[in-house]
């Protein structure tokens, strides 16, 4: 088993910046990418960004290129979500979550274990 454990939400003001982490503990040598996702009330969840845990290679969703930045720390099997210009529309929960092998269902990337999530609220 897997606990990833985030940290790092909260509120702040539109323009501002928030940086996240997620920790993974656990059977962690199984990690082949991490990434983040939101929710805001009333919506789906939606994908953020993700990182390959060798190479580092990322990707990110088209409404946070530029402003968001993943990265990872192998050694502390931690991954961060790096957000500046933080805009209203990106209040929401955030979660990171763990890809153990790879392998895509239905064209998207197959998760198998989640955080708890961590509220993000940007005021305007």
């Known amino acids: 088993q897997v606990q990833l454990v985030e940290s790092g939400g909260g509120l702040v003001q539109a323009g501002g910046s928030v940086r996240l982490s997620c920790a993974a503990s656990?059977?962690?040598?199984?990690?082949?990418?991490m990434g983040w996702f939101r929710q805001a009330p009333e919506n789906e969840r939606e994908f953020v960004a993700r990182?390959?845990?060798?190479?580092?290679?990322?990707y990110y969703a088209d409404s946070v290129k530029g402003r968001f930045t993943i990265s990872r720390d192998n050694a502390k099997n931690t991954v961060y979500l790096q957000m500046n210009r933080l805009k209203p529309e990106d209040t929401a929960v955030y979660y990171c979550?763990?890809?153990?092998?790879?392998?895509?269902?239905?064209?998207?990337?197959?998760?198998?274990?989640w955080g708890q999530g961590t509220q993000v609220t940007v005021s305007s």
């Open positions: 990182i390959r845990w060798r190479g580092g290679s990322t």
């Open positions: 656990g059977r962690t040598f199984n990690i082949y990418a």
């Open positions: 979550a763990l890809d153990s092998t790879g392998l895509r269902y239905g064209g998207e990337y197959k998760y198998d274990y």
